[in-house]
């Protein structure tokens, strides 16, 4: 390992060592990826002396597999080598929580349940028991095992790598204590300055002492620029989260990544421009010698002509000397040819002979040679050993025997004594059997011999096991035998080989004399011959160097004046190369930093860091550098960055940006690339070379394995968030050098060839991918995502190329030749210099193929520099044409990068570039024709950004459709497209609404603190600078009317203000200060008037069923586009889908078309249809396809296949899903996405509820049927609309839609149309519409009772005469149903309606200042979200509290307020007899028994949440929750269980709790006495003290409880004026009206005062009653709720006292309420 040692590692590596010296001793080293954790684990564990263990993860790696490792990892520590281990693991091998359930067992106990079966520890106890007995535990199998353990414990040292990012860390912390409490924390923090500077120049020395710098001044400022770069990115990565929220990481490997490619860099740049130089001053040189060479050469060609002249005469002497010899060397050398055939003759005789000869005796040779080898295997021993035999064998002897014929002639067989004498002397007898001569065997001795050799024992096999010697001795008999017999044939034939080859030798003898005569006439010849040649060479070169001078001459002059301009240029080249080989120190620095470190980033940001920070520090600290360089000219060339145009990259600046860090970086490349930018680009330019694959397909690791191997280029795509740990060594580049060239990566666990040219590419189509540190390190990620400005010229191609297609046509073809002509030019000149170079300065005029090239490759590079002036002036005309169609570019532009920030807000909202660009041509080609272009451009964009937001808008849910028209304004506001004037402070303002802090509100009566605060800050702008005073001093009453006005909007402001209903923005930024309830009302009309024809946008599809959306979208999908219907409640696309179906395909279920509703095994089933709809061209519905996040998946990957299969044309696809992010982004990209939700405000619902009946079917209609089915669009849209008022509208959400209105307009048309009665049974009606239709969803009593006042208003006889559509609004708005009339009068009283008010619903003003306000807020947080702005805080950030300090701060207060509370009640309970125990008394011993519960949980869950802030315990997921809550001011899951119902945050709610437990404590100090006014507020259960009071009438008046209930009389008193308790029920306080307010002096309820939500109730007396069916029509029942939210926290219901009708409060929503949290 390189490694430099800086302090901090040195410590690192110290307490790693000390931790694992320990025994038992375990490291958590936490850090972000390459922080240099396992390179010093390593290290202090080869100092401790530890094996190292690592496991091995690939894609099979799971729960088996980590137990066998850990089987392994026991055997090592414990049985065999029994020594220190090191167990080092990374949380990237975490593939798996469950691992972590064995790592903390073993770090915690060191036992891994199941680990070892029992056998299998028998016999590893076994292998331990002598240990143990001799360490001194029990001999028994607990005292075996105690020791396996100990020892384990003791040897095994676990070291985890964890990064602190994310919330992995945290989680298994808590989820896995050991991991924690059993290891040692070392923390690697980011390096230092002084680090990052020591490393940088212990790596950067090699550049001193290899002469890249100076000296090592040079290498301090690089290194301490490398370091302030570093530290930079740093600041950057914290300001680009906050301002576009995407993360970066920086880590030291990345810094060590910049440093070597630095240096790899700098000495490639200088080696390049050392060897160019020398290229130039080459050329230069032999250009400066060509010229001294030319009057030298005028002189030379004078002399050589007069030498030709002389060597002409002297050759034709030799001519005819040659002549006359060679007619004589003639003659003799044809009588040698006869002889030398007589010759040939016989010894081609001679040699058919010795072949016969030779293939005769080859027959014998084997046998012969065997003979020999026989021979060589005899030795003194074995035939010492066959002589020492007294009795021999009597094979051994007739063996002896044989071989006695052979050597000695025997006459007869010999006996074995003359055997043993024979071979008396071995040495003596070996010899001679060596030197028998097999050609010489007489024929008796032979025949002898073949008698003993058919014997069947004589043969060497048999003999061998009687004696080795006699064995040889007889395989030596048997070959020569058999040698002779063949012999004895050839030896004739031999005799004539012998004859011939004399015969021949004789000849050869006689024509060696002949031949030797003929060679030395030859010689002479040929000594004339040479003469000759020398003469006429001589001739032909004195020609050759006089026409050469010649040529030299003629070559050198072209040469000269052919170089001229590259001699002025080249000369000055030289200069700038020689000052650019120091400058490039920094110049390299610059692209080293840029390639390292800036491709995440977006323009603005890199234009900061490289521009800004990073080259005025390198000026600063005096490193050489290139004045204005630009580091990507560093990277590339011009003609490297057409290439890449020319093969489809973009060609704005980041585009090229990214191109160069791509071929440029050492770090594989990972492309996010939402808009497939970058990877068609890289797909163009490596074609057929490139692999491509996903991680979804199948065997996709072999595929990458293949690629590593082959060394070919491999591109992956879709990659996720988290890349597959089995690829973390090619990541890494964890390449093994096997040998001098071999390499190898372990991939896996196996080993597997690497070739050095395999290079990858990654893409990733996520838009704001969350990349670990690890991967930031490994990879180089380059953020490919479309800019505005390079997507304006895509467009703008578009746009010509449909357009003027000619025009664009030339303009691709002009770009693309001048993008080749500098490529030509490029290559022209490096070959230019290349030649000129290359070429030998004493040879250069001899290269008539070098000088013709120059000159045409001179004659190309001029031809084509007036090609490319040619094409510039022509360019220059095409760009004047194109650039009037800019603006419609620049439209595109800005409306895609704005829709794609929609996904921000909710993740369905995702458009690709290509679905974008699709709708972008639909757009063109739906544009009205015109000659005028100015017209044209204008009809464009108009029909443009209606056709896009139309596309985007349909898909956006009703609370979101007002951001986008508020985006496309401001954008058009921006650009200066509309007629106000763009203002960023105002627009700051509107957005973020700033507020002063620490004022005092002198408007306070009228005027909340918060409104005032805003005032302020409003009045810092430069036109609003009296506006405050003006409030303040002036007017303060008119301005007060103003801020009561229902519709503030549309009132003017007094004073000189009114002057804003003119500058409507403007009034705007009064209206978020004081009313911003009325904000988005005030902003949707701003937008209908500012943006052109802004009343289509903000309306848009209003007066359209969502049928007819439908079809229209229909139109506009695709076999490859499917429509996405995003689901509300309520909504139910299938019926409108199967309707059009029927319409247009005669759609039939199971015949062409599938539907299909998602779950638990129907994915199978949906794949079927998918392929059955794609070959047989039939419609799929898959509805809910949320539910099956994973199977998305796989749908994704389905659709990629359809797309690339092409389907049938007639083939659809309909998708319909809860908002979820698990749907695929992929999908959802190229969909065309729909809702189908209700429309906001009463006349967009009531156009949508009365676009539901087309005009023939009303026409139709009998006129009371058309009363009252408007009437019921009236109430439909009412139903829908009024749950914008939350509680005070429903106590419950209902899912009313269409089908509800549809559904009841067909019983309408059922009941009445063939009914002869003359009136109508409006009673039937209610009941059926009431609660049948619509009453089927209500669930609430109080919602059911509010649907039927509104019937029982709209469904009466007055209806089909004139009634006013807006119930109880006595005079304050009125809007009269219309007169029968036809289909269009109807929809122009639609559009007569007034503006939205709630009295449209019966309800007061002060009903919407709620949800008003809170959607203001929720609209305008989106909008800064999105669009961005200056910051409005105050104070100072720095200074604030973290999360977990406020947390323990809170912890600490509430602990102090209610650590020593309890209330004693088992000791008050006691005190009472049971005569004095009542209901009151059970009820407030209840109550305190709650009190005491919440108490108890609260100190108890806090205490321990102390704990795990001094560390003392381990926080639990419980104690981080309650901490989470306490700093973000809500109520722990716990304490909202056991306490009482409330809506108010925490620090209202301790205050609460306090006056809560007040009451309590009151009560307890005299529990037999009720308080005189009971705050039933500050119960818990206020319903038992309500019981209480009915228990005691049941005592006192002998009735039956559930025959009674509470009725209420409102006093006139408050509390404090109430001096004895009630007689006959209990004084209560503590309810709130809301909705409307009480009227102490009429006694009876009124309407609420302006802006007043609630008012707080006198006194009022509860008694109980005995139920009654009478209805008091002066009486108002209203329910009464614990908290404003209503439901599920019912307490009673209240009568009140009206004199208006009922039915108005019911409509209004009255209620009281207990805690309102004031």
């Not at 609430?1340 to 109880?1368: A, V």
Request: charged share 25%; glycine share 6%.
């Amino acid at each position: 390992m390189n490694l430099v040692l800086f302090d901090d590692a040195i410590n690192h590596v110290c307490r790693i060592s000390r931790i694992t010296d320990n025994p038992c001793g375990h490291a958590l080293l936490v850090g972000v990826g390459g922080s240099g954790k396992q390179s010093l684990a390593r290290l202090a564990s080869f100092i401790n002396t530890l094996d190292l263990l690592q496991i091995l993860v690939n894609q099979s790696y799971g729960m088996d597999a980590l137990k066998l490792d850990l089987q392994e990892f026991y055997k090592k520590a414990v049985i065999k080598p029994g020594t220190g281990q090191a167990f080092l693991m990374t949380d990237g091998q975490i593939a798996n929580e469950k691992f972590l359930v064995y790592i903390n067992d073993m770090l915690s106990s060191g036992v891994i349940p199941d680990l070892f079966s029992r056998e299998e520890y028998d016999g590893l106890l076994g292998g331990v028991r002598n240990a143990a007995k001799a360490s001194g535990y029990a001999d028994d199998r607990d005292g075996h095992f105690a020791f396996f353990i100990d020892k384990f414990r003791r040897n095994l040292h676990y070291i985890l790598c964890h990064s602190p990012v994310g919330d992995d860390f945290r989680i298994r912390g808590r989820k896995f204590p050991a991991l924690i409490s059993c290891t040692v924390v070392d923390e690697f923090m980011a390096w230092p300055r002084d680090a990052l500077d020591g490393v940088a120049r212990r790596f950067l020395i090699d550049l001193v002492t290899g002469g890249n710098f100076q000296d090592e001044d040079t290498l301090g400022v690089v290194a301490a620029n490398m370091a302030e770069v570093h530290l930079s990115i740093e600041g950057a990565n914290k300001r680009y989260l906050e301002l576009e929220r995407r993360n970066n990481y920086c880590t030291p490997k990345s810094f060590l990544e910049l440093i070597s490619f630095y240096m790899k860099m700098l000495t490639s740049k200088q080696a390049d421009v050392l060897q160019n130089c020398e290229r130039l001053e080459k050329g230069l040189a032999i250009m400066e010698q060509v010229q001294s060479k030319v009057e030298g050469l005028k002189e030379d060609l004078k002399i050589t002509m007069v030498q030709v002249e002389e060597k002409k005469a002297a050759t034709a002497v030799l001519i005819e000397q040659v002549t006359k010899a060679s007619a004589v060397a003639a003659e003799e050398k044809a009588a040698a040819d006869i002889e030398a055939e007589k010759t040939n003759k016989l010894a081609s005789d001679a040699a058919a002979l010795q072949k016969e000869a030779d293939g005769e005796l080859s027959e014998a040779m084997p046998a012969m040679e065997a003979a020999a080898e026989a021979v060589n295997c005899l030795d003194k021993m074995s035939i010492g050993e066959l002589k020492g035999f007294g009795k021999p064998p009597p094979e051994c002897v007739d063996v002896c025997a044989c071989a006695a014929f052979l050597l000695k002639n025997e006459k007869k067989r010999m006996e074995w004594k003359a055997a043993q004498k024979m071979m008396a002397n071995p040495a003596a007898f070996i010899d001679e059997v060596k030197a028998f001569n097999a050609n010489e065997i007489p024929e008796n001795t032979l025949k002898e011999c073949d008698a003993l050799i058919a014997l069947p024992f004589f043969n060497y096999d048999t003999m061998k096991s009687k004696s080795t010697a006699a064995a040889n001795l007889a395989n030596w008999a048997i070959n020569c035998v058999k040698y002779h017999k063949i012999y004895v044939k050839v030896a004739p034939l031999m005799a004539k080989v012998e004859e011939a080859t004399r015969t021949k030798n004789e000849a050869e003898a006689s024509l060696a004399i002949v031949l030797a005569k003929v060679a030395a006439i030859e010689e002479e010849c040929a000594k004339l011959d040479k003469k000759l040649n020398g003469a006429v060479a001589e001739k032909e070169r004195v020609e050759a160097q006089a026409a050469a001078c010649l040529e030299k001459l003629e070559l050198a002059e072209r040469l000269v004046n052919g170089l001229a301009d590259e001699y002025k240029r080249w000369t000055k080249t030289v200069a700038e190369l020689k000052d650019l080989t120091q400058k490039l120190i920094g110049n390299s620095l610059l692209a080293s930093a840029f390639v390292g470190y800036i491709s995440p980033f977006s323009m603005t940001f890199r234009q900061g860091l490289w521009k800004d920070q990073w080259t005025s520090d390198i000026k600063e600290r005096g490193i050489p550098l290139t004045d204005g360089i630009d580091p990507l000219k560093v990277l590339a060339t011009d003609a490297d960055m057409a290439g890449w145009q020319n093969e489809g990259l973009p060609s704005d600046r980041i585009s090229l940006e990214n191109a160069a860090v791509v071929t440029s970086c050492s770090r594989w490349p990972l492309m996010i690339d939402p808009q497939l930018q970058g990877v068609k680009w890289i797909k163009q330019r490596l074609g057929e070379d490139l692999t491509i694959l996903q991680f979804t397909m199948n065997n996709w690791l072999k595929k990458v394995i293949a690629c590593i191997q082959m060394g070919n280029q491999l591109l992956i795509e879709a990659v996720g968030q988290e890349i597959d740990a089995i690829l973390e060594p090619v990541l890494s580049r964890a390449v093994i050098k096997r040998g001098r060239t071999a390499m190898i990566i372990k991939i896996g666990g196996e080993e597997i060839d690497y070739d050095p040219k395999f290079q990858l590419y990654m893409q990733c189509k996520l838009p704001n991918p969350h990349y670990r540190p690890e991967i930031a390190a490994q990879c180089t990620i380059i953020n490919f995502i479309v800019t505005p400005e390079g997507l304006e010229d895509q467009i703008l191609a578009m746009v010509v190329n449909v357009e003027k297609p000619e025009l664009e046509q030339k303009k691709q073809e002009l770009v693309r030749q001048q993008n080749e002509y500098m490529v030509t030019l490029s290559q022209l000149e490096a070959a230019l210099l290349s030649q000129l170079s290359e070429a030998d300065p004493a040879t250069i005029l001899d290269n008539i193929p070098l000088i013709e090239g120059l000159e045409k490759t001179k004659a190309t590079s001029k031809e084509i520099g007036e090609q490319v002036k040619a094409a510039q002036i022509t360019e220059v005309e095409i760009n004047t044409s194109r650039e009037l169609y800019r603006p419609v570019a620049a439209e595109g532009s800005m409306l895609f990068f704005l829709i794609i920030q929609l996904c921000f807000i909710e993740h369905m909202y995702q458009y690709s570039l290509d679905s974008f660009v699709n709708f972008l041509y639909k757009a063109i080609d739906r544009t009205e024709t015109t000659e005028d272009l100015e017209e044209r451009t204008k009809r464009l964009i108009v029909m443009i950004r209606m056709t896009i937001f139309r596309w985007v808008n349909r898909g956006l849910f009703e609370r979101h459709k007002l951001i986008l028209c508020a985006l496309l304004t401001f954008k058009l506001l921006q650009k200066g497209a509309l007629s106000e004037e763009f203002n960023p402070a105002h627009f700051n303002f509107l957005l973020r609404a700033p507020m002063a802090v620490g004022a005092e509100n002198p408007l306070a009566e009228w005027l909340p603190s918060k409104n005032w605060n805003l005032v302020l800050k409003l009045s810092d702008l430069e036109e609003f600078d009296n506006f405050s005073s003006n409030m303040e001093k002036d007017a303060p009453t008119r301005f007060k009317e103003w801020f009561n006005e229902v519709a503030p909007e549309d009132v003017k402001l007094p004073l000189d203000w009114k002057r804003l209903d003119s500058q409507p923005f403007q009034k705007l930024l009064v209206l978020r200060a004081l009313r911003p309830d009325r904000c988005c009302s005030a902003m949707g009309d701003w937008i209908r008037g500012a943006l052109p024809n802004g009343r289509d946008y903000m309306d848009c599809d209003g007066s359209s069923s969502f049928a007819v959306i439908l079809e229209n979208s229909f139109e506009d999908s695709t076999t490859t586009t499917p429509i996405f219907f995003i689901l509300s409640p309520g909504a139910d696309p299938v019926k409108e889908v199967e309707a059009m179906g029927r319409r247009l395909i005669q759609l039939q279920l199971g015949t062409n078309y599938w539907n299909v509703a998602m779950g638990q095994g129907q994915d199978v089933i949906a794949m079927a249809k998918l392929d059955i709809g794609h070959r047989e061209g039939h419609w799929v519905m898959l509805q809910n396809i949320h539910l099956m996040p994973g199977w998305c998946k796989e749908l994704e990957k389905k659709l990629d296949v359809f797309a690339a299969e092409n389907s049938h044309v007639n083939f659809r696809l309909f998708l319909s899903a809860d908002p979820s992010k698990g749907i695929p982004i992929g999908i959802l990209e190229r969909s065309i996405k729909l809702t189908n939700e209700p429309p906001q405000g009463m006349l967009a619902n009531l156009r949508r509820s009365f676009a539901l009946f087309s005009k023939e079917d009303f026409e139709d209609r009998d006129a009371k049927v058309k009363s009252i089915l408007f009437a019921m669009c009236h109430f439909h849209a009412l139903m829908l609309e009024r749950k914008k008022f939350g509680p005070m509208g429903y106590n419950m959400m209902y899912p009313f839609s269409a089908g509800d209105l549809r559904d009841s307009a067909q019983v309408l048309y059922n009941y009445l149309e063939g009914s002869s009665a003359v009136k109508i049974p409006w009673d039937d009606l209610r009941y059926l519409f009431g609660d049948i239709m619509y009453g089927g969803h209500i669930v609430d009593d109080w919602d059911r009772r509010m649907s039927q006042k509104y019937l029982l208003y709209f469904l009466r006889d007055e209806l089909l005469d004139e009634i006013d559509m807006i119930p109880y609004a006595e005079g304050k708005l009125s809007w009269p149903s219309p007169q029968p009339a036809g289909h269009d009068k109807y929809l122009e009283h639609i559009e007569s309606m007034p503006a939205e008010s709630p009295l449209f619903f019966g309800m007061h003003p002060n009903a919407e200042i709620n949800f008003r306000t809170t959607q203001c807020n929720q609209v305008f947080e989106m909008l800064t979200s999105l669009v961005g702005g200056g910051g409005g805080g105050e104070g100072d950030e720095g200074d604030a509290m973290s999360p977990m300090a406020l947390a323990q701060m809170v912890c600490d207060d509430i602990l102090e307020e209610v650590g020593e509370k309890k209330f004693p009640t088992d000791d008050v309970g006691r005190g009472m007899s049971d005569e004095e125990k009542g209901p009151y008394q059970f009820v407030f011993l209840q109550e305190c028994e709650y009190m005491n519960g919440l108490l108890y949980e609260m100190v108890k869950g806090l205490s321990e949440l102390r704990l795990g802030f001094k560390g003392e315990l381990t926080m639990s997921e419980v104690m981080e929750d309650m901490a989470k809550c306490l700093y973000s001011e809500r109520l722990p899951v716990w304490w909202v269980k056991l306490g009482f119902a409330s809506t108010r945050p925490l620090r209202s709610w301790r205050i609460s709790l306090q006056e809560r437990y007040q009451q309590l404590d009151d009560w307890i100090n005299d529990p037999l006495n009720i308080p005189k006014v009971v705050d039933i507020s500050k119960l818990f259960n206020p319903q038992s003290f309500l019981t209480a009071i009915k228990q005691l009438c049941c005592q006192n008046q002998g009735l039956e409880l559930d025959r009674l209930q509470v009725f209420t009389e409102v006093t006139k008193k408050e509390p404090k004026q109430i001096d004895s308790v009630s007689k006959d029920g209990a004084m209560v306080c503590g309810m709130y009206l809301e909705g409307a307010r009480w009227d102490m002096a009429q006694n009876s309820l009124e309407d609420s005062k302006p802006k007043e939500m609630f008012t707080a109730m006198p006194v009022v007396l509860c008694k109980a009653g005995t139920v009654s069916d009478k209805v008091d029509k002066n009486s108002f029942v209203c329910p009464v709720y614990c908290v404003p939210t209503r439901r599920p926290y019912f307490v009673f219901p209240a009568q009140l006292r009206t004199k208006a009708p009922p039915e108005k409060w019911v409509l209004a929503g009255v209620a009281m309420i207990l805690d309102v949290g004031l």
